[in-house]
């Protein structure tokens, strides 16, 4: 992720080539001290580095493939606003709202305190072009971005 927010896209490709081998060696997701390894935590990255490096259609795309049921719920919510943030800037604002929904059915105080699920709420509550729907005036209240 240092590698793609600084738009090193070889170098960040170049670390998930080296984690997908890892893990792939692994063979398994796993969960050892936290750490969330394994195929399945690298295909997560895979999404994240593509959106942070601005290719949102791809990480749409990919986001939808990867299945995050079996990872620890911190995986699960991040995927989910890494994703709701790809569909955002692909003007495809409800199933953006509705992955921060899931998002925060799994962990409210993960993501109302995420700084993904603040720059998402607050740029669909900015936009003219749509009505904010009575679960986004509530996800904003929730994370403090609208007053009650």
Request: no cysteine; net charge negative.
């Amino acid at each position: 992720m240092t590698s793609a927010r600084t738009a090193d896209r070889e170098g960040a490709w170049a670390h998930l080539v080296y984690a997908g081998a890892a893990a792939q060696r692994l063979g398994q997701d796993a969960n050892h001290l936290w750490t969330a390894v394994g195929p399945t935590n690298v295909r997560i990255h895979e999404v994240s580095v593509t959106a942070e490096l601005g290719d949102y259609q791809q990480a749409a795309s990919l986001g939808t493939t990867v299945d995050v049921s079996g990872m620890p719920t911190e995986r699960q919510v991040r995927h989910r606003l890494e994703v709701a943030r790809a569909q955002d800037y692909q003007h495809r604002p409800t199933e953006a709202n509705q992955l921060l929904l899931e998002a925060e059915q799994l962990a409210p105080d993960q993501v109302h305190g995420h700084f993904l699920t603040h720059s998402l709420v607050h740029d669909r509550l900015r936009t003219n072009k749509i009505t904010p729907t009575p679960e986004l005036n509530r996800l904003a209240q929730a994370t403090g971005i609208l007053a009650a």
